[in-house]
């Protein structure tokens, strides 16, 4: 089964949140078809989805911290979105290694996002990757 797909449906549906305001029973709903219509790891993309759901918030938060001169409800839907997946990998999701995060988000951004996504959103995953260890400890305790 297929993670990337999964991250595919995941970022389609966060996507379809974003620029429709719903929730993610909704979205899901909405893409319905499209699951339907895939091979691919259904569980992790729930996981993904419930997991940006859960620490949307502070997910942004870490979004706005790292990317310099940007504002998360100003940055590209597809980006933003794309981010937010690979945050929730990386900080909540920690037995994916960073590499392989970093690696599927460019691969998004080659996919779905602008000639500019993917330095972009590199760059912010980047810097995260510096202080990685000390998210980590912040969201645990945020979390107990």
Known sequence: MSRHVARERA????????????GVDEAAKAAQGMLEDSVFDLAFYRELLQGVQEHQTAIDQILAQYSEDWQVERMPGVDRNILRIAVQEMVYMEDIPHAVVMDEAVLLCKEFGT???????????????????SLRL???KEES
Do not use: I, K, P
Not at 115 to 133: I, K, P, W
């Open 11 to 22: 970022l389609q549906t966060l996507f379809q949140m974003d620029v429709n305001h719903m």
């Open 138 to 140: 912040n969201a645990r």
């Open 115 to 133: 000639e500019r996504s993917s330095v972009f959103v590199n760059g912010v995953l980047a810097a995260v990757l510096t202080d990685l260890q």
